[in-house]
């Protein structure tokens, strides 16, 4: 049972590089989310889906974009790099509701120079 | 706007030592709480949960958490540490379905 799966797990970029981060879930799952994680700033909501074919800003949403391919597949999108983008990123899904928890996957580790 | 503060970026413990996080919470409504592990390089994953059933929450690893809400507390207890729980550990709320988390407390056992 894979849960969510995120590619890459690493990937390093130039300043003005693009690349598309992918994320999968196979648990049936409506909602789709991509965090950024810095250092003592725990994890920031960048975008989220709260179900398939609606998108929605997080708290940190500047500089990237989303899709919501289909139910099972959520990307993001960086479109010009900058090395204020380097960090860990984690893509996690839920069910709909409020006191449903959500399931991460293992992170991408992205490094802008 | 629902947040949660952890109080204490870095947590120091001997092990077979009682083990306390603190996370005090921020909410207009009734919240649904949560706590995270991350271990070393690996994503992130559940603890435990509260969503108003019991106020004392039992989870995975021998780790409990007690809501207060005359505290606006959610802390995270296990009575005695292992080395193994040496991890990243992470509160949360939920904001109409999205998690908000805290800054993290890291967790270390000496042995």
């Known amino acids: 049972n894979a849960g969510v799966t995120q590619t890459p797990k690493f990937q390093v970029l130039k300043t003005g590089q693009s690349m598309t981060l992918q994320c999968a879930q196979d648990?049936?799952?409506?909602?789709m989310y991509w965090y950024r994680q810095d250092p003592g700033m725990g994890l920031r909501l960048i975008y989220y889906s709260a179900s398939e074919g609606t998108t929605d800003k997080g708290e940190v949403p500047n500089g990237y974009n989303v899709s919501r391919l289909n139910k099972r597949e959520f990307s993001l999108r960086l479109e010009s790099a900058a090395p204020s983008q380097t960090s860990v990123y984690f893509c996690?899904?839920?069910?709909?509701?409020?006191?449903?928890?959500?399931?991460f996957g293992q992170g991408t580790r992205l490094t802008v120079v | 706007a629902q947040s949660v503060t952890q109080l204490g970026s870095h947590v120091s413990v001997s092990e077979g030592a009682l083990v306390l996080l603190r996370c005090n919470y921020s909410?207009?409504?009734?919240?649904?709480l949560f706590w995270y592990v991350q271990y070393p390089n690996q994503g992130l994953q559940l603890l435990l949960k509260?969503?108003?059933?019991?106020?004392l929450v039992k989870g995975i690893n021998g780790f409990e958490a007690e809501f207060k809400k005359s505290e606006t507390s959610f802390h995270l207890t296990k009575p005695s540490a292992h080395m193994s729980d040496a991890a990243e550990y992470f509160c949360?709320?939920?904001?109409?379905?999205?998690?908000?988390f805290g800054q993290g407390t890291e967790l270390s056992v000496k042995p």
């Open positions: 996690a899904s839920s069910r709909l509701g409020a006191d449903t928890e959500a399931f």
């Open positions: 509260y969503t108003s059933a019991a106020t």
């Open positions: 909410s207009s409504v009734p919240p649904y």
């Open positions: 949360a709320v939920s904001d109409r379905g999205k998690l908000i």
């Open positions: 648990m049936n799952h409506n909602s």
